[in-house]
């Protein structure tokens, strides 16, 4: 059964700090993983979609990184802000039962403070 | 505006009321999602339609029953709920949910459901 886990649960750092945010997955048979925004109250933002095939991916000051075999993954956010605050989420796409599904991590929550 | 809308934005209800979530979504996928997420929990899959025809059920408890008349439209009907089900419920879309080919899905900003 394919686990995802977020490390850290929750980090608050001063306004432009470099920061990573970690996910590690249990099973390294994926088609993708991708990285989410979470404001509160809010639904799901799609930030980067890494393909399994490749090592990474970059979007502005994200910057997502993928080690199949090794099941882990990294968001790298550069010169945070203040606005960069919300909840991160990873997840794996998997295919399973004849249908492709995304399996979540529980989410890093980061603070950036002025 | 993500495509996908979702009412109520937040719903209090006793555990003897019966009630119905509605997702909507404009971007001409055929494939949507329910999924629960409770605090520091992990995003749980709970239905999956895929052409109106419901392709996965993820053991979830009886007293939640979807329905999706429609590639556009999908409910969630609740009763007798506990108050263990409170939590956030999110909407999803893609356009096909067999297909293996990477596709994004579209999220709505979700439905708050409170049990008393």
């Known amino acids: 059964k394919q686990e995802v886990t977020q490390i850290p649960a929750a980090l608050s750092v001063p306004e432009g700090e470099n920061l990573v945010l970690n996910c590690s997955f249990t099973d390294s048979a994926i088609y993708n993983l991708q990285w989410f925004r979470q404001d509160p109250g809010k639904g799901l933002t799609s930030l980067l979609l890494?393909?399994?095939?490749?090592r990474e991916q970059t979007s502005g000051r994200l910057n997502a990184s993928l080690d199949k075999s090794s099941g882990r993954s990294t968001l790298y956010i550069a010169a945070s802000q203040p606005g960069d605050s919300a909840t991160y989420l990873c997840?794996?796409?998997?295919?399973?039962?004849?249908?492709?599904?995304?399996?979540f991590g529980a989410g890093t929550r980061l603070a950036v403070h002025p | 505006e993500t495509g996908v809308t979702q009412t109520p934005r937040h719903l209090v209800m006793g555990m003897t009321n019966k009630k119905s979530l509605k997702c909507e979504q404009h971007?001409?996928?055929?494939?949507m999602y329910w999924y629960k997420q409770s605090a520091k929990k992990p995003l749980e899959l709970m239905f999956v339609?895929?052409?109106?025809?419901?392709?996965e059920n993820n053991s979830v408890p009886s007293r939640f029953s979807p329905e999706c008349p429609n590639s556009s439209h999908l409910f969630l009907h609740l009763h007798t709920l506990q108050p263990e089900d409170s939590a956030l419920y999110l909407c999803?879309?893609?356009?096909?949910?067999?297909?293996?080919?990477?596709?994004?899905?579209?999220f709505g900003d979700g439905t708050r459901l409170s049990i008393l």
């Open positions: 339609y895929n052409f109106k025809e419901q392709t």
């Open positions: 997840a794996v796409r998997m295919f399973s039962g004849g249908y492709n599904k995304l399996i």
């Open positions: 971007l001409g996928h055929n494939a």
């Open positions: 999803a879309s893609s356009q096909d949910s067999r297909t293996w080919e990477n596709q994004p899905q579209h």
């Open positions: 890494i393909q399994s095939s490749q």
